[in-house]
């Protein structure tokens, strides 16, 4: 079974640079036909994608968000992170790590159970 859990801080400053991290088990982020997908849910709004590590280690980002996005990973600890810069109160929302299934129609098939991160001085 997969589990991913994200983690980091629950509060940041307008202008900094909010970072998460998605740490995996039961499973290899380095496994072939994976994607390593985050999003997020704003409130009262839907969900929105951000960007995604492959297996190999590619990334690609949102366009609206690709300016100030970064996705990273760390094969030893099975973790994969991601670092959005210039942070304003509209990045407030429920951050998501997931996992997406290239041999299953892309479907998103693992999620993590988010975490809150509040934009606020």
């Known amino acids: 079974q997969v589990q991913l859990q994200e983690s980091g801080p629950g509060l940041v400053k307008p202008s900094q640079t909010l970072s998460l991290t998605c740490t995996v088990s039961?499973?290899?982020?380095?496994?072939?036909?994976?994607?390593w997908s985050w999003i997020r849910q704003p409130p009262g709004k839907g969900l929105e994608w951000i960007g995604y590590?492959?297996?190999?280690?590619?990334?690609y980002y949102s366009p609206s968000l690709k300016s100030r996005t970064s996705i990273s990973r760390d094969t030893s600890k099975n973790q994969f992170t991601l670092q959005l810069s210039s942070v304003t109160p509209e990045d407030t929302a429920v951050y998501y790590c997931?996992?997406?299934?290239?041999?299953?129609?892309?479907?998103?098939?693992?999620w993590g159970q988010g975490t809150q991160v509040t934009v606020s001085s």
């Open positions: 997931a996992r997406v299934d290239s041999t299953v129609a892309y479907i998103y098939d693992y």
């Open positions: 039961g499973g290899s982020i380095t496994t072939n036909y994976y994607y």
């Open positions: 590590i492959a297996s190999s280690g590619s990334t």
